[in-house]
């Protein structure tokens, strides 16, 4: 049962413009949710959390909004630059995975920008 | 200077072997994790690790056991190998006083039994 969703497998974006990458969960009780990056061969990196009393955190390209209503929040990067190609992983906190406690994620984007 | 290191970083071993990956972090933290990423590409928690308390997935078979000889060590031990344990296995680490309480990431050990 997946308590995060990312519905899409990849996205491709032009160099320049907005790369929106979207993240549904189903647990009203997360208290924080993150975004994490991942190149090929290497461990996610953090790039941007928002805590779940919040609508909205801004950090340099990257701005995470969060709609707690729709259980919904998105990732922002603009402008989007050809090192940003990655995968994106949305995870949660606050639910722990079958007792253990730990961050609960999404399956990923895969995002591709292009020149 | 690698904040957050696991060896090997690639294991091919036969089925029903042990097995053992190593963490270390030098970040000072508290807390320790090990994640599965499956063939699906979900990123799971095995285990988490402070203060000598093991919080563990219930999930998570009885062969696979974490081993702590320190705070900046946490060793995921394999028992009696199976097919289906072939996966990248990541370690991590955070620190409680910190809000969000945010993981580090080690580059991942990938497994493969045959």
């Known amino acids: 049962d997946q308590q995060v969703k990312q519905n899409s497998p990849s996205l491709s974006v032009q160099e320049g413009r907005i790369s929106i990458l979207n993240c549904d969960y189903t647990?009203?009780?997360?208290?924080?949710f993150l975004w994490y990056k991942k190149y090929p061969a290497e461990g996610p990196t953090f790039l941007i959390s928002?805590?779940?009393?919040?609508d909205k955190n801004e950090d340099g390209r990257f701005t995470v909004f969060l709609n707690k209503s729709a259980k919904h929040l998105s990732l922002h990067i603009v402008p989007s630059q050809p090192g940003d190609s990655a995968v994106y992983f949305c995870?949660?906190?606050?639910?722990?995975?079958?007792?253990?406690?730990?961050?609960?994620f999404g399956k990923g984007t895969h995002l591709i920008i292009q020149p | 200077d690698t904040a957050v290191s696991q060896t090997p970083k690639y294991l091919v071993t036969q089925m029903g072997n042990d097995k053992s990956i190593k963490c270390e972090q030098n970040?000072?933290?508290?807390?320790m994790y090990w994640y599965k990423q499956d063939s699906k590409k979900f990123l799971k928690i095995m285990f988490s690790?402070?203060?000598?308390?093991?919080?563990i997935n219930e999930t998570v078979p009885n062969r696979f056991s974490p081993k702590s000889p320190d705070k900046a060590h946490l060793n995921l031990h394999i028992n009696s190998l199976e097919l289906g344990d072939s996966a990248v296995y990541f370690c991590?680490?955070?620190?409680?006083?910190?809000?969000?309480?945010?993981?580090?990431f080690g580059p991942g050990t990938r497994l493969l039994v045959l």
């Open positions: 928002i805590s779940s009393i919040k």
């Open positions: 995870a949660a906190r606050g639910v722990t995975g079958g007792g253990a406690d730990g961050l609960t």
């Open positions: 991590a680490s955070s620190t409680r006083t910190s809000v969000p309480e945010t993981q580090y």
């Open positions: 647990n009203s009780m997360f208290d924080y």
């Open positions: 690790y402070n203060n000598k308390e093991l919080i």
């Open positions: 970040l000072g933290h508290d807390t």
